[in-house]
């Protein structure tokens, strides 16, 4: 029953969407998602925003407008046989069926990488508030304070929410489908979006330069984003593909950027941070198939469109 979904994936991926359509495509919506970026300015002519909030809130636009158009752009392409909203969503894997397998699991997983950091924020609030009922007001306060600090502030809402939306909705929900009917390869597609994605991070180059005034640091800045963005497409993509939903990867995409890079190592922890770092990558790549498993996600796994690659990987 599973290698009888592979025919027609293939047989789509020949007589529909080719690979060229589907990588033009996906570079198309790539340059736009970062382009549009400047349009106010530069195509616009708009007056400079006057708060680094309105200038922010300018990009957020502009985001959500690309995102709207690259999700337009897959549904014309896509041989989608259906205009129903619950079929049109379920392409881009928004879905409220198995919703908490979605959001628990992958986290679950994706916290495993940052064990050395979690024990290492474990240890700052022990040594500075200890476990007494104050020391336990004294963080709920913090995190509280913490929270509306958040809530109120611009850039947060970019990193935590805008960003990892309308990323994950252009370069996970709407390229990985392309791709797949297509007929790329599964874990081609894992290792190929991530090129994508990492173009969204390429005008960052110009605002570091900017600000540090050289070339070489800028360049190395950008470097190393970009190889943490490649890797971290890969997973994310990884996630959407193996579950089928699209909150698999938008949730870990939150809490990757709230973590940031995860903690290898700590001299004040005499080694247990470190320890607990290479336990929790261990725990990872033990579980990172079996928390993803696509039955867990799925009511079934026959049947499937082309865009739906978990039913032919078990």
């Given at each position: ?44 002519r708009l007056p ?59 986290l679950s997983l ?173 725990g990872f790549i ?29």
């Amino acid at each position: 029953m599973v290698m009888a979904d592979f025919g027609p994936v293939m047989e789509l991926a020949e007589d529909g969407l080719s690979k060229l359509q589907s990588v033009m495509a996906c570079l198309a919506m790539a340059v736009f998602y970062v382009a549009i970026l400047y349009s106010p300015t530069l195509i616009l002519r708009l007056p400079p925003p006057s708060s680094f909030k309105s200038f922010m809130i300018r990009r957020f636009v502009c985001a959500f407008f690309s995102s709207l158009l690259s999700i337009i752009l897959c549904a014309s392409i896509l041989p989608i046989r259906s205009w129903k909203m619950s079929y049109l969503s379920s392409v881009y894997g928004i879905r409220l069926d198995h919703m908490w397998q979605a959001v628990v699991y992958p986290l679950s997983l994706t916290s495993l990488m940052y064990s050395g950091s979690l024990v290492l924020n474990v240890l700052s609030l022990w040594s500075s508030n200890g476990i007494s009922s104050d020391g336990q007001d004294h963080i709920l306060s913090n995190f509280s304070d913490k929270m509306l600090q958040h809530i109120s502030n611009i850039s947060a809402w970019r990193n935590y929410i805008v960003a990892p939306l309308t990323e994950e909705l252009v370069y996970r929900a709407c390229m990985v489908p392309l791709l797949l009917c297509a007929g790329f390869g599964t874990y081609n597609v894992i290792f190929f979006c991530p090129i994508f994605f990492s173009l969204a991070h390429l005008n960052h180059f110009l605002e570091f330069y900017m600000q540090h005034q050289s070339l070489a640091r800028a360049f190395t800045i950008v470097g190393l984003q970009l190889c943490y963005t490649v890797v971290f497409g890969s997973y994310a993509s990884f996630l959407f593909i193996r579950t089928g939903h699209f909150i698999a990867p938008l949730i870990a995409h939150v809490f990757c950027n709230i973590m940031g890079l995860p903690t290898l190592y700590s001299r004040e922890s005499g080694g247990l941070v470190t320890v607990s770092f290479l336990m929790g990558m261990m725990g990872f790549i033990l579980l990172l198939f079996p928390l993803t498993y696509p039955g867990m996600y799925n009511n079934r796994t026959d049947s499937c469109s082309c865009w739906q690659r978990y039913c032919i990987w078990s």
